[in-house]
T-cell receptor, first 116, second 115 residues
């Protein structure tokens, strides 16, 4: 475990379902991120939260809805997804401002999402 | 926007041998971080090594070392004495120090260590 915990590890959902992905970190980080990882593609940054405020939304469809209730928790609410949304969803955290030496993103193990 | 390019899709290496992964990037920033991340089949994205662009000395971390050529915008990773546990996807990543410090990733290199 790296300090970033994602649940569930696997999720299968129908196109009409509503589900949520959860991410939790207790590393003292104040920025959190959702990434989508599809086969044969670079990681795609979806959302960025800095100090619990959404600062970036990279043209993500509205069927993905993030929520950051505090600096330790991040959610991704899913509804009416499409089969092409099947992917590995990774959460990461970092310090908002790089300090000297130990800056970097810490990732969770991801949620493998399959939309049927 | 920054772009990161990794051009060797899959590489095989014998156990105990050395393998080098290449990475180039494009940026107008002068201060930034470069990273190599490893993603084994367990899916955990693990930080392997980090380089600050203002440091001329190449970073090393046990069997992992980098060759950082700032002028050429090149950042290669050398894995020495390869072990079976090194089998993974390796991602090169870039983050500017100031302003938008988002990580930009390359597409990844698959490394397979053969016994």
């Amino acid at each position: 475990e790296t300090g970033v915990t994602q649940t569930p590890r696997h999720l299968v959902m129908g196109m009409t379902n509503k589900k949520s992905l959860k991410c939790e970190q207790h590393l003292g980080h104040n920025a959190m991120y959702w990434y989508k990882q599809s086969a044969k593609k670079p990681l795609e940054l979806m959302f960025v939260y800095s100090l619990e405020e959404r600062v970036e939304n990279n043209s993500v469809p509205s069927r993905f809805s993030p929520e950051c209730p505090n600096s330790s928790h991040l959610f991704l609410h899913l509804h009416t997804l499409q089969p092409e949304d099947s992917a590995l969803y990774l959460c990461a955290s970092s310090l908002q401002v790089p300090g000297d030496g130990d800056y970097g993103y810490t990732f969770g193990s991801g949620t493998r999402l399959t939309v049927v | 926007a920054q772009t990161v390019t990794q051009s060797q899709p899959e590489m095989s290496v014998q156990e105990a041998e050395t393998v080098t992964l290449s990475c180039t990037y494009d940026t107008s920033e002068s201060n930034y971080y470069l990273f190599w991340y490893k993603q084994p089949p367990s899916r955990q994205m693990i930080l392997v090594i980090r380089q600050e662009a203002y440091k001329q000395q190449n970073a090393t971390e046990n069997r992992f070392s980098v060759n950082f050529q700032k002028a050429a915008k090149s950042f290669s990773l050398k894995i020495s004495d390869s072990q079976l546990g090194d089998t993974a996807m390796y991602f090169c990543a870039f983050a500017p120090i100031y302003g938008n410090n988002r990580l930009a990733f390359g597409k990844g290199n698959q490394v397979v260590v053969i016994p």
